[in-house]
């Protein structure tokens, strides 16, 4: 099957890979789309601290069932599905409370190992598998993953309906948060960035304010009134100095940056104190996070259309890489496809 191989750090090709061998309970997928995520630039760049090499990266997807599973088949030839990508080890106290997403080994394939989405074919364990609804049969059922980690976010921080919410850091995951957020019953949304171009996007998406990052953020954030939460993408001293300067008394903090090294998070810790904050960490998401994720897509609160911006074919994956990575101002998700007309 064509393949894209990462041999090593900013060295990799499409190029014919065997398919992965396949236990009983393993399926075969014919990928329709695989989306570009941070994590993967992260892995290509040789950045990401879980990476192996070689591999076939890509975890975002959505897929029919080529070959069913050998052994007690619940999902047969033809039908559509995308995958819940984690995999806890089975055996630790997270697993057994079916906390996969905390297993402290857990794996994603395409992330922590070989096997990933961009490729014609995948071959996953059956009981990852998610059923797709018609309606997101279609590019918008690769957003299914990465709406996952919005709908975690926002059940993480516990929003209710009419309060007034921030957003720090516009790229697709702080814009499917707004947007989630915003399905959610929030009352006000503000949504800030450095690309001024995103406050298109962000009037497109009917968010009530586009708040551009100027160097003196926290100052200006607090312009628009106090928060009820505010969502942190960046993770940087001057992001969270400012999420917490915006926040109303006994407000929420949700911090979702990945943390890159070892350094410690800076907070302004007096502050903290003072509005006695809830400081919350999302991170990733679980298996009912991507239940609560197609409902959104289904529903049409998520728009696709706007946030998937190209489609590349999968012989093209170098194009679509340096095109995300030259004009972020262009680009949210770009989608990969194995098949040459996208
Ligand atoms: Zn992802
Ligand atoms: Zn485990």
């Known amino acids: 099957m064509h393949a894209l191989l990462l041999e090593a750090p900013n060295r990799f090709s499409v190029t014919e890979r065997p398919l992965p061998e396949r236990g009983d309970r393993d399926v075969v997928l014919r990928i329709h789309r695989a989306g570009i995520c941070a994590t993967d630039i992260t892995t290509i760049k040789g950045e990401s601290p879980v990476a192996i090499y070689p591999m076939t990266p890509g975890h975002e997807l959505i897929a029919t ?7 007690a088949p619940a999902f047969a030839k033809g ?25 402290a080994t857990f794996r994603v394939q395409g992330v922590h190992r070989d096997g990933g989405c961009f490729a014609e074919f995948m071959v996953v364990p059956e009981d990852r598998l998610l059923a797709v609804p018609a309606t997101l049969r279609n590019d918008a059922g690769a957003l299914i993953e990465p709406t996952a980690v919005a709908t975690h976010a926002i059940r993480r921080s516990a929003l209710k309906s009419g309060q007034r919410i921030a957003v720090i850091g516009a790229g697709s995951i702080g814009l499917l948060i707004a947007q989630a957020a915003k399905a959610a019953g929030a009352g006000y949304v503000a949504v800030v960035d450095r690309l001024p171009e995103r406050a298109e996007t962000c009037r497109a998406l009917g968010f009530d304010q586009f708040v551009l990052s100027d160097g003196n953020l926290a100052r200006t954030l607090a312009q628009y009134g106090e928060f009820d939460i505010v969502f942190d993408n960046v993770g940087a001293p001057a992001t969270l100095a400012a999420a917490v300067d915006g926040l109303r008394t006994r407000g929420t903090l949700v911090m979702l940056a990945f943390p890159h090294g070892s350094d410690p998070v800076t907070l302004p810790y007096p502050k903290v104190y003072r509005k006695e904050l809830d400081v919350i960490v999302s991170r990733n998401y679980a298996r009912e996070d991507f239940t609560a994720s197609i409902a959104l897509l289904e529903g049409g609160k998520i728009d696709a259309a706007r946030m998937i911006t190209a489609t590349y074919p999968l012989t093209k994956f170098a194009d679509a890489f340096s095109d995300l990575r030259n004009n972020p101002a262009r680009h949210l998700k770009i989608l990969i496809s194995p098949k040459e007309q996208v």
Request: hydrophobic share 30%; aromatic share 6%.
């Open 79 to 103: 039908d559509w599905v995308t995958i819940y990508p984690t995999q806890g080890c089975g055996h630790c106290n997270a697993c057994a409370r079916k906390e996969d997403n905390h297993c």
């Open 65 to 71: 069932v080529e070959e069913p599973a050998a052994a």
